[in-house]
């Protein structure tokens, strides 16, 4: 297991697109935040859940929960949270609408992690910053962002002071050709093309 990278899983809780909170929503036959809980606690030895600083409690789950050190930030806040509070150097955060996560591309971008502050997908529909390695580094230009109350994550991968390794659809093509791991469940639609795909005979199931 990953011992120098903490797993920071972002499940806030709002669901605003859905309609109702989406962790608790069935996939097969997990809940979407039991599935992405279970892909990161067999990749990483450090597990850390980020919820919203008004998200009802996380009951009977096996990591820490810890919620938003600064309130009504989105994403943005909960990537801060969850590497300020790390302690570890870097963290890979990904959002807990994601049923697909694949170990062997997790560890694709922790293995990439010397190369730059930011490691982050850039696929044909753009960048993908809930699936990505984050270095301390990164902190002095979320307080900035923040502050100025730009909570665009994708924002942050074009500041000046950061290194950022962009992965390409070629570099994923020999172990996640669809980018079915960077599908994630924001709408109702969304949740079918999951259920959907779960359904079909002789789908993988993961393992690192």
Do not use: W
């Not at 929503?25 to 809980?37: D, Q, W």
């Amino acid at each position: 297991m990953i011992s120098e990278v903490t797993g920071v899983l972002l499940a806030g809780g709002k669901s605003r697109r859905m309609g109702e909170d989406k962790r608790y929503l069935l996939v097969g036959e997990r809940t979407l935040l039991e599935r992405s809980l279970e892909i990161l606690q067999t990749v990483f030895q450090h597990v850390v859940i980020v919820i919203a600083q008004d998200s009802a409690p996380l009951e009977q789950v096996a990591s820490p929960v810890i919620r938003d050190l600064i309130p009504d930030c989105g994403s943005l806040g909960g990537l801060y949270t969850g590497l300020k509070q790390a302690s570890t150097d870097h963290v890979f955060v990904v959002g807990c609408d994601m049923p697909f996560l694949n170990p062997v591309v997790i560890r694709h971008f922790v293995n990439l992690k010397t190369q730059a502050d930011i490691v982050m997908a850039k696929l044909s529909n753009g960048l993908h910053p809930m699936h990505a390695v984050y270095g301390k580094p990164c902190l002095p230009s979320l307080e900035q962002m923040i502050a100025a109350r730009n909570l665009k994550i994708q924002d942050l991968a074009s500041q000046p002071a950061l290194r950022v390794r962009l992965v390409t659809a070629a570099d994923l093509v020999a172990i996640d050709p669809t980018a079915r791991s960077f599908h994630n469940v924001n709408t109702p639609a969304d949740l079918e093309a999951a259920r959907s795909f779960t359904q079909q005979p002789g789908q993988p199931r993961f393992r690192s």
